[in-house]
C-alpha cells in the first residue's frame, strides 16, 4: 500500500505509461503544426515580419501559427454589453485577438508623430501661463498665513518690458485662449472628416506658431491686442484633437486603442511639463519675448516633419507592410471610418451615453484648466516662489500625468484583450479612478497652508491620476461612434473648454478679494464638479456602438 501510494508499484507504472503515451501525443501534434508553419512561410513571398504577424483566416488559425501564438479561447466577460468593439472589431475571418503588427511599425510611428506634435501644441498654449509671471510687476497685497516671500525675479533681462496688470485682468488674458478654442472644436472635427485629419491638423498647428511668434509684439501694443491674439490661437489650436481622433478612427485598432491614443497624448502633459520648465529659465537668462519667438519659430520647424511624415489612412501609406495594413483594415473592417455631409444629430442630442461623455469632460477639464493656468501662479502668490523655482515646481505633476496616460492605456488594453472587463467597465473603471482621486486630494491642499513640499506632491498625484480618464472618457467617442469620433470630441470639448473659459477668470474674481478663502473655495468647486461628473458617467456611460452611429443619416 506504500509503495502504491508513492507511484513505485502497479499504479505508479501505469501512470507512468499513460504519460508517456499524452508527452508522444502533444509532441507529434507540436510537430505536425511546424512542419505546417514551415509548409506555409515556403509558400509565400512576404518578410519575416509579415509571415509573423499578417492576420491569418480563423478557420485554418491553428494550422498555420506556432503553437506558442494559438491564442487561447476565452468567452467575453460578464459585463460585455451586446455590440462591444472588442468582439465586433475583427472579421469573421480573423480571429477574435488578432496578432500585434510590433512597436517598429507605421501605427505605432503615428502615435510618436502625433505625441511630438500635441508636445508642441501644448508649449504653444501654456508659454504665456509662465510667461505672464515675468510680464507682469505687480504683487499681491495678501499672503498665504505662515509664509515667506522668496526673491522677486532677480535673474529677469532688464530689457524686457514689463506690464502692470491686476489678477483680474491676467485672468482674463489667460481665458481668452478658449474664447477661440472652444469655436473651432465641432468645425475642426466635422472638417476632418470631411477633408482628411492630416490637412485640418497639421494646418492648426502651423498657424498657431506663426501667432506664437506675434506675441510680444501685441502685449506691446496693448493689452486688448494680446486678448485678440489669443484668440485667434485658440481658433487655430481648437482643430488640433478633434482631427487626432479623425486619424486614429482609421489607423487604431480596437484592441490598442487605449495604448496608442494615450502614447499621443503623453505629448500634452510632457509639452506642458517642457514649457513651464523652460520658460522660466528663458525668463530669466534672454527676456521672456524669447520664450515666445523660441517655441514659435520650434514649432513652424516641426510642421514640416508633419506634412511630410503623416498618411490619412493605411491605404495611402507608401511604406506600411502588407501584414500591417492587412491587420489594420481588417480589424476596423465593421466600422466606417469618415462620415459624410450629413450627420444625425437628433439622435446625438438625445443619446445618453454622449451626454455621459460630455457632462464628465466638463467636470474634469474644469480642474485640469484650472491647474493648467493657474498654478504658476499659485506657485508664485501662495507658496513664493522665484520664477525658476515656479517652473520647476508648476511642472513636476505633468512628469506623472504624462507617464500615467501611457500605463493607464496599456492596462486598459490589457484587460480588453484578456478579456477581463468589457469596453464599458473599463471605461468607467480609468475614469472613476481619475476623477475620484484627485478630487480628495485637492480637498486636502488647503488644510496643508504653508507647507510647499505636501502641496506640491498632492497636486503631483493629482495631475498624475487624473491622467487616468485618458483610458476612460477620454476616448470613449470612439467606442460608441467611430465615424464621428472628431465631430463628437469637437461638441465634448466644446463644454469642456467652457469650463476652461470660467475656471480662470473664476480663480481671478477669487483670489482678488482673499487669497487663502479664495484658493480654498477653487479646490472645492472643483473636486465637487468631479464628483458629479463621475456618478452621471457611471450611471449613463457605454462601451458599445450606438445605433445611429452605424450608417448615414440625413441631417435632422
Not at 24 to 35: Q, T
Not at 171 to 185: A, D, K, P
Not at 261 to 274: E, H, K, L
Request: glycine share 10%; with cysteine; aromatic share 12%.
Amino acid at each position: 500500500m506504500t509503495r502504491a501510494r508513492h507511484g513505485t508499484g502497479g499504479g505508479g507504472v501505469a501512470w507512468r505509461g499513460r504519460d508517456l503515451w499524452r508527452r508522444a501525443v502533444l509532441e507529434g501534434a507540436g510537430r505536425g503544426l511546424a512542419a505546417a508553419w514551415r509548409g506555409r512561410r515556403s509558400s509565400h513571398s512576404r518578410s519575416r515580419f509579415e509571415s509573423r504577424h499578417c492576420s491569418i483566416p480563423r478557420t485554418s488559425l491553428k494550422s498555420q501559427i506556432p503553437p506558442q501564438h494559438v491564442p487561447v479561447s476565452r468567452s467575453p466577460p460578464r459585463d460585455t454589453e451586446p455590440g462591444d468593439p472588442t468582439t465586433l472589431s475583427v472579421p469573421s475571418g480573423l480571429g477574435k485577438t488578432p496578432l500585434p503588427v510590433g512597436l517598429c511599425s507605421a501605427h505605432y510611428g503615428l502615435a510618436l508623430v502625433l505625441h511630438i506634435s500635441l508636445f508642441m501644441a501644448y508649449m504653444l498654449r501654456v508659454s504665456l501661463s509662465i510667461a505672464i509671471v515675468a510680464m507682469t510687476n505687480s504683487s499681491h497685497p495678501h499672503s498665504w498665513s505662515g509664509s515667506a516671500p522668496h526673491s522677486s525675479y532677480p535673474g529677469f533681462a532688464q530689457e524686457a518690458p514689463m506690464y502692470n496688470w491686476s489678477a483680474e485682468t491676467q485672468g482674463i488674458v489667460l481665458s481668452s485662449f478658449f474664447y477661440g478654442y472652444g469655436l473651432t472644436q465641432a468645425l475642426g472635427g466635422y472638417c476632418s472628416g470631411l477633408f482628411g485629419g492630416k490637412l485640418i491638423l497639421g494646418s492648426g498647428l502651423l498657424l498657431s506658431s506663426v501667432l506664437t511668434l506675434l506675441v510680444p509684439k501685441a502685449a506691446e501694443l496693448g493689452v486688448s491686442f494680446l486678448i485678440g491674439l489669443q484668440v485667434l490661437l485658440g481658433l487655430a489650436e481648437g482643430v488640433i484633437f478633434p482631427a487626432q481622433y479623425t486619424l486614429w478612427a482609421k489607423w487604431a485598432p480596437p484592441l490598442e486603442r487605449s495604448r496608442l491614443m494615450n502614447i499621443a497624448d503623453a505629448g500634452c502633459t510632457f509639452g506642458t511639463f517642457f514649457a513651464l520648465l523652460v520658460a522660466g529659465i528663458i525668463c530669466q537668462n534672454l527676456g521672456w519675448p524669447f520664450v515666445f519667438y523660441i517655441f514659435g519659430g520650434v514649432g513652424c520647424a516641426w510642421c514640416f516633419c508633419w506634412f511630410l511624415l503623416v498618411y490619412e489612412d493605411p491605404a495611402h501609406h507608401p511604406w506600411i507592410s502588407a501584414g500591417e495594413q492587412e491587420y489594420i483594415v481588417l480589424a476596423l473592417a465593421h466600422q466606417s471610418s469618415s462620415h459624410g455631409l450629413s450627420l444625425p444629430l437628433v439622435a446625438m442630442a438625445k443619446s445618453l451615453p454622449l451626454w455621459a461623455i460630455t457632462i464628465a469632460c466638463f467636470c474634469t477639464d474644469w480642474l485640469f484648466y484650472m491647474l493648467l493656468t493657474s498654478m504658476p501662479t499659485f506657485m508664485s502668490n501662495v507658496l513664493h516662489f522665484d520664477l525658476g523655482e515656479n517652473g520647476l515646481l508648476s511642472s513636476l505633476p505633468y512628469v506623472g500625468n504624462g507617464l500615467g496616460h501611457i500605463l493607464a492605456g496599456l492596462l486598459a488594453d490589457f484587460f480588453l484583450a484578456r478579456r477581463v472587463l468589457g469596453t464599458a467597465a473599463v471605461r468607467k473603471l480609468f475614469s472613476a479612478l481619475g476623477m475620484l482621486l484627485p478630487a480628495i486630494f485637492l480637498v486636502a491642499v488647503p488644510y496643508i497652508r504653508c507647507n510647499s513640499t505636501v502641496v506640491v506632491v498632492l497636486l503631483t498625484l493629482a495631475l498624475t491620476i487624473i491622467s487616468m480618464t485618458g483610458a476612460g472618457i477620454n476616448i470613449n467617442h470612439i467606442d460608441i461612434a467611430p465615424r464621428y469620433a472628431g465631430f463628437l470630441l469637437g461638441i465634448t470639448n466644446t463644454f469642456g473648454i467652457v469650463a476652461g473659459i470660467i475656471a480662470p477668470t473664476a480663480i481671478g474674481l477669487l483670489i482678488s478679494q482673499d487669497l487663502q478663502t479664495g484658493w480654498r473655495n477653487a479646490f472645492f468647486i472643483s473636486a465637487a464638479l468631479n464628483m458629479f461628473g463621475l456618478v452621471f458617467y457611471l450611471a449613463f456611460g457605454s462601451g458599445t456602438i450606438q445605433d445611429w452611429a452605424r450608417e448615414d443619416t440625413a441631417v435632422q
